[in-house]
């Protein structure tokens, strides 16, 4: 299977869909869900309450990716202009070393907790230590047909914290979670073992929760980025020059917490978009991803970008990563399913780590049109090419509309109209 096309972007929505059903072989029922409105009202009505009507999104795919040796299509859904083209362009240049290689570190949820009025909180901590095999048994019968797959309680861990309410004890529970996002199996387990919590420390359970801040359950991604691939001429002294830029543009970031918090929302960009399009949970992605960001006590890069013995670009990222394949909008979602089907992924670890790829790769773009021609440019090319939609252009029609308006500097509907009564 392929993941680049040439000049796939001329093709109507309907030769795109067209295009990628033969290559992923996808069924045609699939692409319909894709082609037609795919969520009916009546399955809306059971997912979320209060119901009127249904909302949907433009769905695009990624281009040119290939990760740990194969290629991907990646749906990805979004309102943001430039998000899908830049991550296509940026894997474009990845593909000259062999794209993106990637890890995880497996399947493992935490949840929290809250132990509050211990006594002894030193004390509580050993009786919960002591007493993991018995956390164990409570937390996997509350869940066997998880147990059954392979997944199940992990492991625990005990901290003790300061706060304004005083010393609580607040106990983890590690658990494998195998393909599913895994909230409602983690947040069952915190709940069953309360009781038992309760009587082992002597204090009060509260809060029984998951965290989002899924420090067990982190996608890697990795590539190098040729320096002539950087430059549009495949020139490598202008290449290297590009680098360095990339490097200082980097460097802002990982200084700067005004500067990452940018930086990291190109990343999301793309990340969340390829996380929607599976019906994945994309809160959780994004909280996962900053609070991650500031997990060494100051907001900082997801991203890493560091020049190798050619000068080249390498970049890596590491960002938790907790979705899932079986269970809520992946497995209801008709737009969703056939989503899957396109990434052709058979567990939720080839999933997370296809998405820290993509986030690598928004990361690049951004930040090599930011610290070279500036993002401007390329938005406004993408937006003359809606407004010359909007106003019926078509084809090459299109093309001479979007030509003029910004050799023009002139984008917009009424300009539009005009050079489409000229030229057609
Ligand atoms: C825009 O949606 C995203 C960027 O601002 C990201 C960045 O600044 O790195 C271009």
């Not at 680098?243 to 543009?249: G, N, S």
């Not at 939609?389 to 093309?399: F, H, P, Q, R, T």
């Not at 003029?404 to 539009?416: E, F, P, Q």
């Amino acid at each position: 299977m392929k993941s680049s096309f040439s000049g796939f972007y001329k093709l109507s929505p309907q030769e795109r869909l067209a295009a990628v059903v033969k290559e992923t072989g996808i069924s045609e029922e699939d692409a319909k869900k894709i082609a037609e409105p795919s969520l009916p009202v009546e399955l809306a009505d059971k997912m979320v309450e209060n119901v009127i009507g249904t909302y949907t999104l433009p769905m695009g795919v990624a281009l040119n990716f290939i990760i740990n040796g194969k290629d991907v299509i990646i749906p990805m859904v979004t309102e943001e202009p430039s998000v899908i083209a830049a991550a296509s362009n940026s894997a474009k240049m990845a593909r000259m070393t062999g794209g993106f290689t990637t890890s995880f570190t497996g399947p493992i949820m935490i949840a929290q907790v809250q132990i509050v009025d211990v006594p002894a909180p030193e004390f509580a901590k050993s009786a919960i230590l002591q007493h993991k095999e018995d956390i164990r048994k409570i937390c996997n019968d509350k869940d066997p047909v998880l147990v059954k797959f392979g997944g199940g309680f992990h492991d625990l861990d005990v901290r003790i914290i300061e706060t304004k309410a005083g010393t609580m004890v607040i106990l983890h529970l590690l658990v494998n979670v195998g393909d599913a996002m895994g909230a409602n199996a983690v947040n069952s387990m915190a709940e069953a073992v309360a009781p038992y919590v309760e009587q082992i420390t002597g204090g009060k359970v509260y809060l029984r929760i998951l965290s989002n801040l899924a420090t067990y359950r982190l996608a890697r991604a990795s590539a190098v980025y040729k320096k002539e691939s950087l430059s549009k001429t495949g020139d490598p002294v202008e290449g290297a020059q590009i680098v360095d830029k990339i490097l200082e543009a980097y460097a802002f970031a990982a200084a700067d917490p005004y500067r990452a918090a940018t930086h990291n929302k190109g990343i999301m960009n793309g990340i969340t978009a390829a996380v929607i399009a599976t019906g994945n949970d994309t809160r959780a992605i994004e909280s996962g991803a900053h609070s991650y960001a500031a997990i060494k006590g100051r907001y900082t890069s997801l991203t890493v970008w560091e020049k190798d013995a050619n000068g080249d670009l390498v970049g890596t990222i590491e960002v938790p990563m907790a979705v899932g394949l079986v269970g809520g909008a992946t497995k209801t979602h008709p737009g969703a399913q056939a989503a899957v089907k396109i990434l052709g992924v058979k567990t939720a670890a080839e999933l997370a780590q296809i998405y820290a790829a993509v986030g690598l790769a928004q990361n690049l773009a951004a930040i090599k049109a930011l610290a070279t021609e500036g993002i401007q440019r390329g938005h406004m090319k993408l937006h003359a090419r809606t407004v010359a939609a909007s106003v019926g252009a078509e084809g090459e029609v299109l093309e001479e509309i979007v030509k003029t308006m910004i050799r023009d500097k002139n984008v917009n509907a009424v300009y539009a109209k005009e050079l489409m009564e000229k030229f057609s």
